[in-house]
């Protein structure tokens, strides 16, 4: 007889959802309950990874949530619609099934029979699976490899993803209004204007990217120096011959652009990299973000001016302290009651992160349409204007309300360790601290000095935004 089961996991994913119906996830969803159903085990909890490969190794957060609820022992059972949506790594089905041996969880089912991962047969049918599913991706790697490098020989586009600038969606017929624009792009950045310059230009002609959005001078220089312009093709960032298509600039003004573009002495912003906090600051005036500005011997943050930043010139703040302040409280963070409740309890709704996602989606598609209506007539620039400020408006506000919600399982590796860290902290890379601060820690907003000058740390001038 099956025994009763009352706290029971669902687990569906789907590699590839091409349509974005989750269709795939859907059904294996229905055929999962229907099990659950057939043996009247109660089911406390759905998680969907989808439109995620478990070959790839890339991080999986529903089914990271659903080992950390096993392990906590808060699931009695896993229901799956097949052994590979669970794993296609035998590294990871090793894993899986200490975490259910420590946890004393044996029932992982699927509708097509039973798995006992402590017994040692059904280990060994486990990891036979897990081989044969690891081979299949990996010559369907291999399959879809063969035929990218297969297309791009043959000098045709790929297709999928945004269309290029300065060509129509068949990536191959020049664009009438876009195409002209790359052109006179080319004559005035080989005549020696700036990109800055560039860019204030097409922010005042009302040009925007394929995708709707204002340029910036690392766009405009990525266009500029894609050999697709001048009629190469492009694989896996090699030019491995000529294209299909007709150029839109000369092989020559290409390589050109490419030599005076791609010069690392024309770099300027060679200080970034030691700015732990760049990206995670915003202008306590204006609300924009604020970057690395260096004085003399002094590392800064300020709310710089210019069409890359648009911010107001009007806050700046020294590097150093503020950076040794912040990593201070984020290690405080990891160590409070707190933060170990929120992380332990069930607090995240996959329903409410899924009605966010989807709200996103909607709004990028509201601003490619806005830009649409712009290109064709229908509404005009102050209009267009107007309308995408509100849209972003509520986009960010959703994209902040999304992050909150999905990015709990990031910090969890870290909790309790703030001492541990603290010790150890100054000989990390600035990789390794970034990825600490972030998270826990979404944003710190700067707010005007007091004393105008003043070097040392007004901690009153802080206002950090948790995450968690």
Same mark, same amino acid.
């Given at each position: 007889?099956?025994?009763?089961?009352?706290?029971?996991?669902?687990?569906?994913?789907?590699?590839?959802?091409?349509? @974005?119906? $989750?269709?795939?996830?859907?059904?294996?969803?229905?055929?999962?309950? !229907?099990? !659950?159903?057939?043996?009247?085990?109660?089911?406390?909890?759905?998680?969907?990874?989808?439109?995620?490969?478990?070959? +790839?190794?890339?991080?999986?957060?529903?089914?990271?949530?659903?080992?950390?609820?096993?392990?906590?022992? =808060?699931?009695?059972?896993?229901?799956?619609?097949?052994?590979?949506?669970?794993?296609?790594?035998?590294?990871? %089905?090793?894993?899986?099934?200490?975490?259910?041996?420590?946890? $004393?969880? =044996?029932?992982?089912?699927?509708?097509?029979?039973?798995?006992? %991962?402590?017994?040692?047969? @059904?280990?060994?049918?486990?990891? %036979?699976?897990?081989?044969?599913?690891?081979?299949?991706?990996?010559?369907?790697?291999?399959?879809?490899?063969?035929?990218?490098?297969?297309?791009?020989?043959?000098?045709?586009?790929?297709?999928?993803?945004?269309?290029?600038?300065?060509?129509?969606?068949?990536? *191959?017929?020049?664009?009438?209004?876009?195409?002209?624009?790359?052109?006179?792009?080319?004559?005035?950045? %080989?005549?020696?204007?700036?990109?800055?310059?560039?860019?204030?230009?097409?922010?005042?002609?009302?040009?925007?990217?394929?995708?709707?959005?204002?340029?910036?001078?690392?766009?405009?220089?990525?266009?500029?120096?894609?050999?697709?312009?001048?009629?190469?093709?492009?694989?896996?960032?090699?030019?491995? @011959?000529?294209?299909?298509?007709?150029?839109?600039?000369? $092989?020559?003004?290409?390589?050109?652009?490419?030599?005076?573009?791609?010069?690392?002495?024309?770099?300027?912003?060679?200080?970034?990299?030691?700015?732990?906090? +760049?990206?995670?600051?915003?202008?306590?005036?204006?609300?924009?973000?604020?970057?690395?500005?260096?004085?003399?011997?002094?590392?800064?943050?300020?709310?710089?001016?210019?069409?890359?930043?648009?911010?107001?010139?009007?806050?700046?703040?020294?590097?150093?302290?503020?950076?040794?302040?912040?990593?201070?409280?984020?290690?405080?963070?990891?160590?409070?009651?707190?933060?170990?409740?929120?992380?332990?309890?069930?607090?995240?709704?996959?329903?409410?992160?899924?009605?966010?996602?989807?709200?996103?989606?909607?709004?990028?598609?509201?601003?490619?349409?806005? !830009?649409?209506?712009?290109?064709?007539?229908?509404?005009?620039?102050?209009?267009?204007?107007?309308?995408?400020?509100?849209?972003?408006?509520?986009?960010?506000?959703?994209?902040?309300?999304? +992050?909150?919600?999905?990015?709990? !399982?990031? #910090?969890?590796?870290?909790?309790?360790?703030?001492?541990?860290?603290? #010790?150890?902290?100054?000989?990390?890379?600035?990789?390794?601290?970034?990825?600490?601060?972030?998270?826990?820690?979404?944003?710190?907003?700067?707010?005007?000095?007091?004393?105008?000058?003043?070097?040392?740390?007004?901690?009153?001038?802080? *206002?950090?935004?948790?995450?968690?």
């Amino acid at each position: 007889m099956t025994k009763t089961r009352s706290a029971v996991a669902i687990y569906a994913r789907i590699s590839q959802d091409r349509t @974005g119906e $989750e269709l795939g996830v859907k059904r294996q969803l229905q055929d999962c309950r !229907a099990e !659950a159903e057939r043996r009247g085990w109660t089911v406390a909890q759905e998680y969907v990874d989808d439109d995620i490969s478990a070959y +790839s190794g890339k991080k999986r957060p529903e089914y990271e949530r659903m080992l950390r609820d096993i392990a906590e022992g =808060r699931r009695d059972g896993v229901i799956v619609w097949h052994m590979d949506r669970l794993h296609r790594r035998p590294i990871e %089905l090793e894993r899986f099934a200490e975490i259910c041996g420590h946890a $004393e969880l =044996r029932d992982v089912v699927t509708p097509s029979g039973d798995v006992d %991962l402590v017994n040692g047969d @059904g280990l060994l049918m486990a990891r %036979l699976l897990a081989a044969v599913a690891a081979n299949e991706s990996n010559a369907k790697s291999r399959r879809i490899s063969r035929k990218s490098l297969e297309i791009a020989q043959s000098g045709r586009p790929t297709m999928g993803g945004p269309r290029p600038f300065g060509f129509l969606d068949d990536r *191959v017929t020049h664009h009438p209004a876009e195409a002209p624009v790359i052109r006179q792009l080319t004559r005035r950045a %080989l005549a020696g204007e700036t990109l800055i310059s560039l860019v204030t230009w097409l922010q005042d002609k009302g040009v925007t990217t394929t995708q709707g959005k204002e340029w910036r001078t690392n766009t405009v220089r990525t266009v500029l120096t894609n050999p697709r312009m001048w009629g190469m093709r492009v694989h896996q960032g090699q030019v491995i @011959g000529k294209a299909v298509w007709e150029p839109i600039i000369t $092989e020559d003004e290409g390589e050109r652009l490419r030599r005076k573009l791609l010069d690392p002495a024309r770099r300027t912003n060679r200080s970034a990299r030691r700015y732990p906090l +760049s990206g995670m600051l915003e202008c306590g005036k204006c609300g924009n973000r604020m970057h690395s500005h260096p004085r003399g011997q002094y590392r800064r943050y300020g709310c710089l001016k210019g069409p890359d930043s648009r911010g107001c010139g009007g806050i700046f703040i020294y590097a150093e302290r503020l950076e040794e302040f912040i990593a201070e409280a984020v290690l405080y963070r990891l160590d409070s009651p707190e933060l170990h409740r929120t992380l332990t309890e069930d607090t995240t709704a996959p329903e409410e992160a899924r009605a966010l996602e989807e709200a996103i989606e909607a709004d990028a598609a509201k601003l490619n349409e806005l !830009a649409e209506m712009w290109a064709d007539g229908e509404i005009t620039r102050a209009q267009m204007k107007t309308m995408q400020s509100r849209v972003e408006a509520r986009l960010e506000t959703n994209r902040r309300a999304f +992050s909150r919600l999905t990015h709990p !399982a990031d #910090a969890a590796e870290y909790i309790g360790q703030g001492q541990e860290l603290r #010790a150890k902290w100054h000989t990390l890379n600035l990789s390794q601290q970034v990825a600490i601060i972030k998270a826990v820690l979404h944003k710190v907003t700067i707010l005007p000095a007091t004393t105008p000058g003043r070097h040392g740390l007004d901690p009153n001038r802080v *206002v950090p935004e948790w995450r968690l």
